[in-house]
């Protein structure tokens, strides 16, 4: 990899990382703007989409398919001479994006950033798609400017199994409380130690858990499930681990009020398992330093809105 290209994948060049300011708890606090590329580079911000069952997760790795390298070649086969991309979010193998913002460094483009989107669309698999590119603000950054992250998760609550959800939200044949399981849910929120939650975790584990509900909606054949997660940031697995233990509570084998004792223990063991990655979705990021960022076209929202 070129120096450049280094500097570049990095993120910035006025800060070495280890003089990196510490993030504020409050999401509303804007993060200070020392985040730019290289000499000669521009930064592009994009916004995603994709399948995940077939990826090893966004990150570039050795041994599975990635986002990150996907829309990485796709930029190669238009020519152009980029960096590697940086999402605001790491999603693990099986995770789908509905909207993740991230971005990428491009030396002397040749496709103007309103152009980017359309194509790469002739260049990335049925998989991934770029909903809409555009220039950066000055001092942006996908994932170290990101105050806020968005997680659904869906499931599938009927009788019986369907195709069409396949891969796409977990099956649970049995009732749900889901009165039970927002008044579990209201014992997480907050700031807390989410160790219990987190699964071969060797970061700090405190984290502000901003929201955590869990609505349903009606289909032709059973009803949909959905739980909203939101925060900063997550520990690994956390979100699938803080839905199996709400999953549990749902289905009678957990009283509401054991959460708090789970959560204050410390000990994974206790905890409901990690459900299946596949229910699982980030649905969007917010950057409360760049007031007015829109992410995506004012029409896409709305049907965003609507399908969710």
């Not at 994948?9 to 510490?22: K, N």
């Not at 195709?163 to 039970?180: F, K, M, N, Q, T």
């Not at 008044?183 to 997480?188: E, M, R």
């Not at 989410?194 to 349903?216: G, I, N, P």
């Amino acid at each position: 990899m070129p120096p450049a290209y280094a500097l570049a994948w990095a993120g910035m060049t006025e800060l070495p990382a280890c003089a990196l300011p510490t993030p504020p708890l409050d999401p509303a606090a804007p993060r200070p703007l020392h985040y730019a590329p290289p000499q000669d580079w521009s930064r592009v911000l994009l916004t995603l989409a994709w399948d995940g069952s077939a990826y090893g997760g966004w990150q570039s790795q050795p041994n599975a398919p990635s986002v990150q390298d996907t829309l990485w070649d796709a930029l190669g086969q238009l020519g152009l001479e980029a960096a590697r991309p940086v999402a605001a979010g790491r999603t693990d193998a099986g995770v789908h994006a509905l909207n993740m913002p991230a971005h990428v460094d491009l030396h002397a483009p040749r496709i103007p950033p309103e152009r980017l989107a359309l194509a790469l669309a002739r260049q990335l698999p049925r998989t991934v798609a770029v909903l809409h590119a555009q220039p950066a603000p000055q001092g942006f950054h996908a994932r170290f400017s990101c105050t806020q992250r968005r997680y659904l998760y869906q499931i599938l609550n009927a009788p019986a199994r369907h195709p069409l959800e396949e891969g796409r939200s977990l099956w649970v044949r049995s009732e749900l409380d889901i009165a039970a399981m927002n008044a579990a849910a209201s014992h997480l929120t907050g700031l807390h130690d989410f160790a219990a939650f987190a699964t071969k975790e060797d970061r700090q584990t405190v984290r502000e858990l901003q929201r955590l509900h869990v609505s349903t909606s009606p289909l032709p054949y059973g009803q949909r499930v959905t739980l909203e997660v939101v925060g900063e940031s997550f520990l690994r697995h956390m979100v699938r681990g803080l839905v199996g233990t709400l999953l549990a509570v749902g289905q009678g084998r957990l009283e509401p009020g054991a959460v708090a004792g789970i959560l204050a223990s410390a000990d994974r063991r206790q905890a409901g398992v990690n459900v299946a990655a596949d229910g699982l979705y980030f649905a969007g990021a917010s950057y409360a330093g760049f007031p007015g960022l829109e992410l995506t076209p004012p029409r896409q929202q709305e049907l965003h809105s609507s399908v969710l």
